[in-house]
């Protein structure tokens, strides 16, 4: 079938466009192919495949695992669009504390490649979303860590102003808190 692959800003992060095949009973395209991403380098396999839904005005984030658990993640809005965030916090990368942030949904079929490293996070643009996205790790609560959605030195300009957010991550610290 084929996909579509475009490193973003940040290049270690992958915007992915599957080939989807239309007509009026709906579409169908494949989610996930070992041989086409690992010829594009993507070939860490997926262990653990996690579904969320979230209502509008819902932000999740900026969450990662911590080494060695770390987690390369596969993002894809299944139901309604989101704003799907991703920031480098590997100390000592030349795009440290950098982010990309992209629209995915259903209707556009793309998905996003996080590889670890990065924090994750995103936000609901329509009334509700359903995220399904597949990771190189299981979950270790452990190693389970988070950033402050709104950490000035990261900036990222999210699209809605006051976000719902879940008493876990409306108490997550600022990365400089977490590199010192």
């Not at 041989?35 to 070939?43: R, V």
């Not at 190189?136 to 950033?147: F, K, N, S």
């Amino acid at each position: 079938m084929g996909f579509q692959f475009q490193r973003l800003d940040v290049p270690e992060v992958i915007l992915i466009e599957p080939q989807r095949f239309e007509d009026a009973r709906g579409f169908f395209q494949e989610t996930y192919s070992q041989s086409d991403f690992a010829a594009y380098g993507i070939s860490k396999p997926f262990v653990q495949e996690n579904y969320s839904h979230s209502w509008r005005g819902v932000l999740r984030g900026l969450h990662y695992q911590e080494a060695p658990k770390a987690q390369g993640k596969l993002v894809m809005a299944c139901t309604g669009r989101i704003f799907d965030v991703a920031v480098d916090i590997r100390q000592g990368s030349p795009t440290y504390r950098k982010w990309v942030g992209v629209e995915l949904s259903a209707g556009n079929g793309c998905m996003l490649f996080i590889p670890s490293g990065f924090a994750h996070g995103f936000c609901v643009l329509g009334e509700e979303a359903g995220v399904v996205y597949k990771v190189t790790e299981e979950y270790a609560p452990e190693y389970d860590r988070g950033i402050a959605w709104n950490d000035p030195e990261i900036g990222v300009q999210w699209p809605i102003t006051d976000p719902l957010l879940s008493p876990k991550d409306a108490g997550l610290p600022f990365l400089r808190d977490i590199h010192r």
